[in-house]
């Protein structure tokens, strides 16, 4: 079988898109997230789509296999927000690890499905997602108190050490730290990645991607794309990159920043344009493939696909436009220290 080291020497990867946008579609509602495991839950959790792995396993596995059909290459569990910090939000810390497991068995058995009913032969990959948390060890929360901080460096590592235990149990192939806006989070997720591995015996290939939030081309916690890349790069990833935050167009001089520095393969997932007004993303599946089909020829990126707003159909044009442009080729780098 292929490994997905193969897969990148021949041609441009293709990674899904958003996983909100598509559950918003089912207008799902507070009984439809609670299903009956949780219908006596002390809150509401409406809203903790990392929950209905358990609750609605079936919708997930549609919507990964949405994405399958359209072309994807790698397909990301839901489990952006499956750590015991951020489930502390609807008090559900103790189900973290489960829901691990659960939305990796989720994307697992989609692919599993979909390639035994196309009777397709190239490789499928799941990547376990590792959001970035809902508290920063880089910032802090308290503007009258610069050096508070809500969260220690080894309860993220703890939280994380968890989520990645749960995704490699539940048959990950790649874990993916993304949407990066604090790059101590980052490390934190790497640190807890590579304690696993030396627990268990078991080694997965590393993701990263970052976000670059405003104009100044610099992450939250104000590291520019430079010094992000540097800061992570001891964890020796598969591949670096950016999603989130910007559209296409406006990320486009940051991907060939990053094409032209990372020693190793490149990724770009950016958002269907910026939001309008209400929130809702407007740019249109061949607008936001025609971005990346310029990036493609240009050689600068090797995965590419979709984050907020995108569906399907953006995800079918971007696969569409790419196939036509050999990937990016690793560049060979001076060693500077």
Request: charged fraction near 25%.
């Amino acid at each position: 079988m292929k490994t997905i080291q193969d897969c990148l020497k021949e041609r441009i990867l293709i990674i899904d898109g958003a996983m909100g946008t598509m559950i918003q579609r089912h207008k799902l509602t507070e009984e439809d997230y609670r299903g009956e495991r949780f219908k006596d839950w002390h809150s509401d959790v409406k809203g903790n789509n990392d929950l209905l792995c358990i609750t609605k396993p079936d919708i997930i596995k549609g919507i990964h296999k949405l994405y399958l059909e359209a072309g994807a290459d790698i397909i990301e569990t839901n489990t952006f927000s499956s750590t015991t910090i951020a489930q502390a939000d609807y008090d559900m810390q103790a189900i973290a690890y489960e829901l691990n497991v659960a939305a990796a068995q989720c994307a697992k058995a989609a692919v599993a499905e979909y390639v035994k009913e196309n009777n397709i032969t190239e490789p499928k990959f799941v990547a376990g997602a590792i959001g970035p948390l809902n508290k920063t060890l880089s910032l802090s929360p308290d503007v009258n108190n610069p050096g508070y901080r809500a969260v220690t460096f080894d309860e993220v590592a703890d939280a994380y050490y968890e989520q990645i235990k749960g995704l490699v149990e539940g048959g990950v192939d790649i874990l993916l730290i993304e949407t990066i806006f604090d790059t101590l989070n980052a490390k934190g997720a790497i640190y807890a990645a590579k304690k696993f591995f030396r627990d268990s015996g078991k080694e997965l290939p590393i993701m990263i991607s970052g976000t670059i939030t405003d104009a100044s081309g610099r992450t939250l916690s104000g590291q520019t794309l430079e010094a992000f890349y540097i800061s992570v790069s001891h964890a020796k990833p598969l591949s670096i990159g950016l999603n989130c935050a910007l559209g296409a167009s406006d990320m486009r001089q940051h991907i060939e920043e990053l094409s032209q520095i990372a020693a190793c393969y490149t990724s770009a997932y950016p958002n269907a344009g910026l939001p309008n007004a209400m929130g809702e993303y407007d740019e249109a599946p061949h607008e936001t493939a025609h971005f990346i089909e310029e990036w493609a020829e240009q050689g600068f990126v090797n995965i590419v696909g979709g984050c907020c707003g995108t569906t399907p159909d953006h995800i079918r044009h971007i696969a569409e436009e790419v196939k036509k442009f050999e990937p990016r080729r690793l560049p060979v780098l001076e060693e500077a220290l």
